[in-house]
């Protein structure tokens, strides 16, 4: 027997006016997943996450979270979750520590175990020192360690984690993978919409991408690496800029993307079918075409480039 | 202090704020300071002072629920497995309670400077009491309707002019049905209780103040769910 779902979407829809923001989203994760959300901006990632704090109700489709109805059982469900937003709203004349006592007491958690959990917890996150410092003396990235504390204050069982390391240095970047993987191996479901691709394949067991309210695909991330196994990742550097329009014509060319462009250092990612003549006539191409080529770099794709596939296709 | 309730939050925010808590304390008595020394009728005194428990509340608590919602405060509290009416009563509770204190003052001095029968200050403190609550309540309903701070004074002057007009604050109503009904608002039955105070006729209709005042705290109660719905 698989293990218990705990989050479950069925044909979910959701519109702001006459923008749709999610379409018939579809998706299971069970228990001790990290599971990670990936799309570009206004894709649907944070309506979705939304959905799942209760914060938004769907206009169509069923959202259960522990197998039950959010809109239904609210307060037994949100007791079980912790969930950190991407802006990082506190109570500025408070001190750190304050205000993660009223998070940790609102979720019904004892004072003693309160406690332990917060002293936990800042040490954990390195803000022990600054605990009884007022909030509104925070740095962006102290504020971001705190409202990740206040959402670990009560051992939830799902987190819901909006860009959780926005603005945090490396080392707790590093921190903050260390205790989501923790997490993970306690058996706690981890929800993440990430905009790092990189950092997506770290953390990610499962990835969905999402491109204007819709799931396109789901899967492990190597699963998606592998949907482009036929494919080859060209990245060329030029001196001077050059159509893009005939590189499109050549057969097996599936996608180009300028990812930097400066006024003679233009770098662009080609995605083509694994073709032996592929590499050849491109460059044919690009000289034709008066293009300097300064530097060429033949790559396996990695989740980036799946996600830029799979957002690009939707796009044409 | 460690906090465990949003009215002790609002309260550890407001005390801590020093500049914000000298001005409130000193505000009150700067504005109403005409009606605690010029020798105006008695009636008047008791309207005006009406009119301004009316405003600071109204204007303290709907501005101060618009701006929570701004900060996006009022999402992370919509996340907290807690009663949404709970969240409500307990901002509503914690405006009120500063605002009894701010406004104590001023009361205080006006009360004694019109010579009150001792006894009929109890009613007077009762029905103040319900007043700043139905006047926080009736701020929270504002910033039910109001969509950015920009809006919530203008709402909120305009809640004060029509809830103040119903009570009979600006002309009293001369007919006798409509008197008794508007009389029943906390602000009149406030207005009543001073003159009361300082000799005149019972307000028979003052003594349902703890009434009145139930009515208005419960009606934002009811309507939390809109407070807490997000687009």
Redesign the interface.
């Known amino acids: 027997m698989g293990a218990a779902r705990i989050v479950s979407l069925e044909n979910v829809s959701k519109s702001y006016g006459n923008k749709r923001a999610l379409i018939d989203v579809n998706l299971q994760i069970r228990k001790g997943e990290s599971f990670v959300l990936l799309g570009p901006n206004g894709s649907g990632k944070s309506t979705l996450l939304r959905i799942l704090a209760g914060l938004l109700s769907p206009d169509d489709g069923r959202v259960e979270l522990f197998e039950k109805s959010i809109l239904k059982n609210r307060k037994e469900v949100q007791s079980r979750i912790g969930i950190l937003f991407d802006h990082n709203a506190q109570w500025e004349k408070l001190t750190g520590y304050q205000s993660s006592w009223y998070f940790a007491r609102s979720y019904g958690i004892h004072t003693d175990k309160a406690r332990d959990n917060l002293d936990r917890l800042f040490l954990l996150y390195g803000l022990w020192e600054n605990r009884d410092e007022l909030i509104s003396t925070y740095s962006y990235g102290m504020r971001r360690k705190l409202a990740l504390i206040q959402a670990m204050s009560h051992n939830p069982r799902l987190l819901i984690l909006d860009e959780p390391s926005m603005g945090l240095d490396y080392e707790s970047r590093l921190a903050l993978y260390r205790i989501l993987k923790e997490e993970s191996r306690r058996d706690t479901t981890v929800v993440l919409a990430i905009n790092d691709v990189n950092e997506a394949a770290l953390l990610a067991q499962r990835v969905a991408i999402l491109n204007r309210g819709r799931i396109i695909i789901t899967g492990k991330p190597e699963e998606l690496k592998a949907s482009l196994e036929a494919l080859t990742l060209i990245v060329i550097w030029l001196g001077s800029p050059i159509p893009l329009t005939p590189l499109y014509e050549i057969e097996g060319v599936e996608q180009v993307e300028v990812c930097e462009e400066t006024e003679d250092n233009i770098m662009l990612k080609i995605l083509a079918q694994s073709q032996r003549s592929i590499l050849t006539r491109i460059v044919r191409e690009v000289v034709g075409r008066r293009g300097t080529i300064k530097a060429l770099e033949v790559k396996e794709p990695d989740l980036g480039d799946v996600l830029l596939k799979f957002t690009s296709d939707e796009d044409m | 202090?460690?906090?465990?309730?949003?009215w002790?939050?609002e309260i550890?925010?407001d005390i801590?704020?020093k500049k914000a808590l000298i001005l409130k304390f000193l505000l009150p008595l700067f504005f109403l300071s005409p009606l605690m020394t010029a020798r105006l009728p008695e009636n008047l005194k008791a309207v005006f002072f009406s009119l301004a428990v009316l405003f600071i509340g109204t204007f303290g608590s709907a501005v101060g629920l618009v701006r929570l919602r701004e900060?996006?405060?009022l999402?992370?509290l919509?996340?907290?497995?807690?009663?949404r009416s709970i969240l409500v009563s307990d901002y509503i509770l914690s405006n009120a309670i500063f605002d009894i204190l701010q406004m104590f003052a001023p009361l205080a001095v006006i009360t004694l400077l019109g010579g009150p029968q001792p006894l009929r200050v109890l009613l007077v403190f009762i029905c103040y009491i319900t007043a700043i609550l139905s006047a926080n309540a009736l701020g929270v309903l504002v910033s039910l309707i109001t969509s950015s701070s920009g809006e919530v004074h203008l709402y909120a002057i305009l809640t004060v002019l029509f809830i103040g007009g119903l009570s009979g604050l600006f002309i009293l109503p001369t007919h006798g049905s409509l008197t008794t009904a508007f009389a029943m608002l906390p602000f009149r039955q406030l207005a009543d209780s001073l003159i009361y105070a300082w000799g005149g006729t019972f307000p028979r209709l003052s003594l349902l103040a703890p009434f009145s005042g139930g009515v208005f705290f419960s009606i934002p109660l009811l309507l939390s769910s809109y407070l807490f719905r997000?687009?």
């Open positions: 202090m460690l906090p465990s309730r949003l002790q939050i550890l925010e801590k704020n900060s996006k405060m999402e992370r919509a996340i907290l497995p807690k009663s997000f687009h």
